[in-house]
């Protein structure tokens, strides 16, 4: 079982950028990938709301040096804060949340599974979905958006439901968990602001009504973004925890990766 990212560097794994055409023009993405080794599993990476930053390519790393081709979709296309590394102030992504189209990230993020499965070395029968926070979000958004994904594992989903529905927000992401057609993971930690034990009962609700096949899971003493890599969000236990049920999930539900 590997230990959660850290700053080590993988040397057999590449990162190439690309250009994945959508409907409403490019999106910028990067793909980090394993040695070949024939038809591999995939997992789209959804990032935090800070973007694409060192967490975000660290993590993409280590699910490719274990073995799986990672597409990490960008999906403020190029416009997301200027500090992606400042976990210490949270004013400027708050700004960006705040003015992101999640109609269009989200399909956004589709578009990237799209482009994984086009991949040689990825065998389209094994594409997952991953995110983190807002990221967690528009993978949950994908999920229900592609139910023939193999699977979906979605760390503290930020935004169950919108403060209000308009152009950018057109639907409660809760609202829509019955579409799900994949295997899915969540998880939340016990005092996370975002899923109080009342909310977090009736995801449950909603996920058995609606035979998702869904495992819940919650991590004791932990907040929100418990696998954030600075304080006071980071909680060592539940990042350690969440990332080995993560992974072990991945693997029963896609494959070997290797």
Known sequence: MSDPPTTENYPEVTVEEVTVPTREGELPALVFSPPPAGRRP?????????????????VAATLAHLGYVTVVPDYYRGAGPEHPESYDDFTEVIEHIGRLDFRRAALDVVAAVEQAEGLDA?????????????GGTLALLAAELRPELAAAVLFFPSQPTFAELDDRHP????????????????????????????????????????????????????GHAFSAPAPP?????ADRASWADALEFLARHLGSPV
């Open 171 to 222: 639907v409660h992401p809760i609202d829509l968990l019955w579409s799900i057609g994949c295997p899915v993971l969540v998880m939340y930690g016990d005092e996370d602001p975002v899923m109080p034990a009342e909310r977090l009962a009736d995801l449950e609700r909603r996920l058995a009504a609606w035979h998702v096949d869904a495992d819940v899971r919650t991590y004791p003493g932990a």
């Open 233 to 237: 969000l980071h909680h060592e236990a």
């Open 42 to 58: 995939a997992v789209v990476l959804a990032a935090e709301a800070f973007g694409i930053n060192d967490f975000t390519r660290q």
């Open 122 to 134: 990825v065998d389209p029968r094994r594409v997952a979905v991953w995110g983190y926070c807002t």
